[in-house]
């Protein structure tokens, strides 16, 4: 089955600076999302990307797949206290429907 | 909605009782998703629905879990006899068809059940 490993598990940084968290699979990915989830909330959305060396952005977040497609990180810009909560990478198994997700990276954001 | 609701938001229970927990997808949205996430963990995906059927249960853990869906909309998740493991944070998702590849699951916020 399909493994999704993310680095690091957690993560302290200071207001304004930047990040990187990177999220690996054991398997070629057919769809990765990435989602940011907040205690006492659920998953929101954050991107999605398909096919290999794609990049999107969305305000200060960029999400990148590599060209095999084994690989994603998610880069945030000038960090802001907003942006503090668990981001947590998903993979579509093999096209649709139920996602595997990696067990999470805690970022916190100290002003 | 404009979202996906469930309810309730907490749940306490005691060790072989029985609980539902209830998810109100986005209105239109035919897929509807469980999933449970447990401490420290990403998560485990449970049972989907595609309309008022289940299309793939595999991920329920033994046959003390059910979902249904009777309507196609409203979809109830049921635990028989349980048990201190499984307390977890359940979650719901939606989808507007689950046919397509990459189409984007919009979550609940989770029912937090403890079991004592």
């Known amino acids: 089955s399909q493994e999704l490993e993310q680095s690091p598990q957690s993560l302290i940084v200071q207001e304004g600076k930047n990040l990187t968290i990177n999220c690996t699979s054991s398997?070629?990915?057919?769809?990765l999302y990435w989602y940011k989830q907040k205690y006492g909330e659920g998953l929101i959305f954050l991107m999605m990307?398909?096919?290999?060396?794609e990049e999107k952005s969305h305000e200060k977040i960029t999400a990148k797949l590599d060209e095999k497609k084994q690989q994603s990180s998610l880069h945030i810009t000038a960090s802001q206290p907003s942006h503090a909560g668990i981001y947590l990478c998903?993979?579509?198994?093999?096209?649709?429907?139920?996602?595997?997700f990696g067990k999470g990276t805690r970022l916190s954001v100290i002003a | 909605g404009a979202g996906v609701s469930q309810t309730p938001s907490n749940k306490v229970t005691e060790k072989g009782k029985y609980v539902e927990l209830r998810c109100d997808p986005i209105?239109?949205?035919?897929?509807l998703y469980w999933y449970r996430q447990s401490l420290g963990q990403g998560p485990e995906f449970l049972i989907y629905?595609?309309?008022?059927?289940?299309?793939?249960d595999s991920g329920l853990p033994n046959d003390r879990f059910f979902a249904v869906r009777p309507e196609g909309s409203v979809s109830t998740l049921k635990i028989q006899r349980t048990e201190r493991g499984d307390s977890a944070v359940y979650l719901c998702?939606?989808?507007?068809?689950?046919?397509?590849?990459?189409?984007?699951?919009?979550f609940g916020p989770g029912t937090r059940l403890l079991v004592l």
């Open positions: 998702a939606s989808s507007l068809m689950g046919r397509e590849r990459w189409e984007t699951q919009y």
């Open positions: 998903g993979a579509d198994k093999s096209g649709n429907t139920p996602l595997v």
């Open positions: 398997k070629t990915l057919y769809g």
């Open positions: 629905f595609q309309g008022t059927g289940a299309a793939d």
């Open positions: 990307l398909q096919k290999g060396g």
């Open positions: 209105s239109g949205h035919t897929a």
